[in-house]
């Protein structure tokens, strides 16, 4: 197991900026923990380069492909973890029961390393054994075969999908018979592209990097760059450095947010400077962002009748709906938003000030905005703020959701999607000569639900660690045990391969970093990043097992398995991943001369409609939306219900720095200055005081969701560790995964269905539980 670079377990806060030497010292130890330091340094130097890999950390765009070295931490990790030494062979896997497998920590399963042949699930001895691919393929289209109703068959893609990959999976699994896509996107940026939707016709961001370039003000609601966007900080830095003012609303301190030292920046490194990031932070309460938008916008247009400060001849000219605006946000009570923001009138003055200064404004959000019941109302408040300014469209200004995986964005393009457009499906079933289905699928919360009821009973999953990333543990677990077969298309082996059908098989992949030969050579693929750019990435490192097939490959050997009267060439398409592009820009106009277009260094960008100030919504305008301030969520309702004697915390379930969604890399959090734990909770000094408890203490967690019934339904996590957070009374955080048997299946955004994983209302008592 890899030994963590702090063997001891400490909390002790962070005084350095984000990034510095502290990241440097952070990746040589990792490259060591991986086996890898001397390779490492080829693979890296070729990340997000023009001729190399699309890292495969997060999906902040590169610029331009021209330093030399995009350094950052957190994506050397990525690149690392899937360049390790260390092999999760059928013999290490094999040598213990599945059982025994499950008794190991998410840490130590990582740290097995790269999956090497396919393996399925024996169950009279409950172990994994080797599998012949072939045999592999039969097993799988012999289930889905006898499936009474292809909707009884569930396929999930998480978002390091390539394009070229996605397409053919959604093409394989539509011509099987069914729109049961869930994916990461239903847990993470979901009611962005809702709300967007609906408000200015596109559902991704409209700005690119050169509008970073511009921009004299940056709100940031919700995000942790430092983190989660280590390439975000560097685009801050030079605005910070510029004068722009940059405006974080997070209740936790963000180290990340507040200082920078670029690891890329000799004089900095060399001098131990470092740069501000955030000019203004406002640490509203969990969920308190729509009351605080609101109070924004009430403020703005109250400026606005002593001097005008509303581009009126924009919004005349392309929006709708500003009338109930205004209305709606006179009568607002500023009581309401001060008691449901946790900011100050003086706060949200100085914020609205700021705003209104600012010639070019943009506004980035994260998943401290989109994992709240009121996430879509909340995007859509963002909406109306920027469009009350005209601050769309135009250069420096914009909406930014900043997604999550390397390629979710353009899994979305290229149709993983269980409410797909009919045009879409038309020009589908054009292009290969079949009858796509119409009726919607299942999205993450409708697969569990169909799982559970016993109407799903196949699950195949491209990528991802379904079993941990899901809300509401003990019935995710519950609903796949349920099933007949289980299947992971995976690099790692991770949780979801010990939550188990009756039959199950992980498959294992070449990784994006890996040279991938078919018939026609070396392959590249594609992938969108969160500024809608399209573009190539080669893999340059030797596969991790010879026995490992490519994503495209695997899906059409399956296909062929499965779909013996399909007429569409399975084995042509993935034996050149070029004939892929080409059908891909068959079926999606904006990808017309796709192969063409990759050949320019950096790619292409994707025609967003709403960056021209064309409106693709039912109006036909950029519109504005009411929305109230919430007061009846699941914590407020559990709050109400309990009364004084019992507190009731908001809690919200973050990552650390040391891990990438479910994949533990270690057990350090170095901006936050926790080493050497994963169960601890982050709270404010006065809630410790106020509940008798201290900082050290070990608690469990009682979630409570009313029932509707009058009682509530609770959950169970236990054994944390207190630790003494500068966060808002009120206000819990810790960490995902340990949390999700928390977060209730029925507790979701209104309209996304994004599981509620940053407020979920929980009592704290003191733990009984032995370590
Ligand atoms: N290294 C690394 N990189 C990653 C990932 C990773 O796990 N590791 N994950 C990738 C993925 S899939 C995604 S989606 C992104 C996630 O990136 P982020 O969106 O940054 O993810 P989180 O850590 O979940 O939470 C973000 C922030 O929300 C704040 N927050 C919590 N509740 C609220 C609230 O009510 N209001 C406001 N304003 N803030 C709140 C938290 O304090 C935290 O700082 O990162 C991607 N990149
Ligand atoms: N409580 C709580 N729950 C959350 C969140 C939260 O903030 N709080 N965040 C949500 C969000 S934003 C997201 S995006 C989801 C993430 O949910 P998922 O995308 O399902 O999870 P990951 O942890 O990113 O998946 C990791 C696994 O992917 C596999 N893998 C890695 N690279 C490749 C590859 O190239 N090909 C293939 N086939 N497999 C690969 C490896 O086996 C690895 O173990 O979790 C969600 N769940
Ligand atoms: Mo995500």
């Not at 599945?98 to 699930?121: C, K």
Request: include cysteine.
């Amino acid at each position: 197991m890899s030994k963590s670079s702090n063997e001891g377990k400490k909390i002790e806060a962070y005084g350095g900026p984000a990034g510095g030497w502290g990241a440097l010292k952070s990746v040589a130890v990792h490259l060591h923990q991986q086996g890898i330091a001397a390779k490492g340094a080829k693979t890296l130097l070729s990340a997000n380069q023009p001729d190399g890999f699309d890292c495969p950390g997060c999906a902040w765009p590169d610029r331009k492909h021209t330093s030399s070295f995009e350094f950052c931490e957190n994506g050397v990790k990525a690149v690392a973890a899937e360049a390790t030494a260390r092999r999760a062979t059928p013999a290490v896997i094999g040598a213990r029961t599945v059982s025994e497998w499950a008794q190991e920590s998410d840490h130590a399963l990582e740290g097995l390393g790269r999956l090497t042949e396919p393996m399925v699930y024996e169950q009279s001895s409950d172990r994994y054994r080797a599998i012949a691919w072939d045999e592999a393929f039969a097993l799988i289209a012999g289930e889905l075969r006898a499936l009474a109703d292809p909707n009884e068959a569930i396929f999930y893609t998480s978002g390091r999908t390539s394009n070229e990959a996605a397409f053919l999976y959604q093409l394989f699994v539509r011509e099987f018979g069914t729109n049961n896509f869930p994916d990461c996107s239903n847990m993470c940026h979901e009611p962005s592209g809702d709300a967007l939707k609906a408000a200015i016709g596109v559902g991704k961001g409209t700005v690119t990097l050169d509008d970073f370039e511009l921009a004299d003000a940056i709100f940031i609601f919700g995000q942790n760059p430092g983190t989660n966007h280590p390439r975000m900080l560097g685009e801050l830095r030079e605005a910070s450095k510029r004068g722009a003012k940059i405006v974080s609303f997070n209740p936790l301190r963000e180290r990340g947010l507040e200082r920078f030292a670029n690891p890329q920046n000799a004089l900095e490194m060399a001098t131990l400077g470092s740069t501000p990031i955030s000019s203004h932070y406002y640490q509203l309460k969990i969920g308190g962002d729509l009351a605080a938008l609101k109070g924004i916008c009430k403020r703005l247009i109250e400026l606005d009748e002593i001097e005008p400060l509303l581009d009126r001849a924009f919004i005349a000219a392309h929006t709708s709906g500003i009338d109930a605006l205004l209305e709606d946000l006179r009568a607002e009570s500023w009581d309401l938003i001060i008691a449901e923001s946790g900011l100050t009138k003086a706060q949200i003055d100085e914020a609205a000030a700021i705003y209104a200064k600012a010639e070019r404004v943009i506004c980035c959000w994260g998943m401290g905005i989109t994992q709240h019941r009121h996430a879509v109302a909340t995007i859509q408040m963002i909406a109306n703020l920027l469009l009350l300014r005209g601050h769309l469209g135009r250069p420096g200004a914009g909406v930014c959701p900043v997604r999550g995986h390397s390629n979710v964005q353009g899994d979305r393009t290229m149709g993983i999607y269980e409410k797909p457009a009919a045009a879409f499906l038309d020009r589908l079933g054009e292009v290969f000569q079949f009858e796509p289905p119409r009726e919607p699928g299942v999205d993450t919360i409708g697969a569990i639900e169909a799982m559970l009821a016993g109407r799903a009973k196949v699950f195949i999953a491209m990528g991802g660690n379904f079993a941990a990333a899901t809300p509401d543990t003990a019935a995710t677990w519950r609903a796949l045990a349920r099933c007949e077969l289980t299947v992971h298309v995976a690099t790692k082996f991770n949780r979801s391969h010990l939550v188990h059908g009756r039959r199950a098989l992980v498959l294992p992949v070449l990784g994006r970093t890996e040279i991938d030969v078919q018939a026609a050579g070396p392959q590249g693929i594609t992938v969108e990043d969160s500024m809608s750019m399209v573009h190539l990435s080669m893999g340059l490192n030797a596969p991790a097992s010879e026995h490992l097939l490519s994503e495209p490959m695997l899906i059409a050997r399956l296909a062929v398995a499965t779909l013996p009267e399909s007429r569409t060439p399975w084995l042509a398409l993935a034996g050149d991943y070029a004939l892929i592009r080409d059908k891909i820009a068959a079926v999606f106009p904006d990808f017309a001369g796709f192969n063409e277009k990759i050949r320019t260094p950096g790619g292409f960008r994707l025609r967003n409609t709403a960056s021209e100030r064309v409106w693709a919504t039912d109006s036909g305008k950029a519109e504005f939306r009411v929305h109230p301030v919430p007061t009846d969520t699941a914590v407020h309702r559990a709050r109400d219900a309990t009364g004084r004697d019992t507190p009731v915390f908001a809690l919200a379930t973050v990552r650390s720095h040391d891990q990438y969604n479910t994949t533990i890399y270690g057990l350090d959090d170095r901006y936050r200055g926790v080493y050497g734990h994963r169960r601890v909770v982050f709270i404010n000094a006065e809630d410790l005081r106020a509940i008798g408890l201290k900082a050290g203490d070990w608690v469990d967690l009682t979630s409570l969701y009313a029932d509707g019934a009058g009682g509530f339904e609770q959950r169970r996590a236990e054994r944390f560790l207190l630790v003494e957070y500068d966060i808002p009374r009120g206000c819990l955080a810790s960490y995902y995964p340990e949390t999700n048997p928390l977060v209730p299946l029925q507790s979701f955004a209104i309209g996304a269905r994004t599981p509620t994983s940053k407020s979920i209302p929980v009592t704290l008592r003191v733990s009984t539980a032995t370590a």
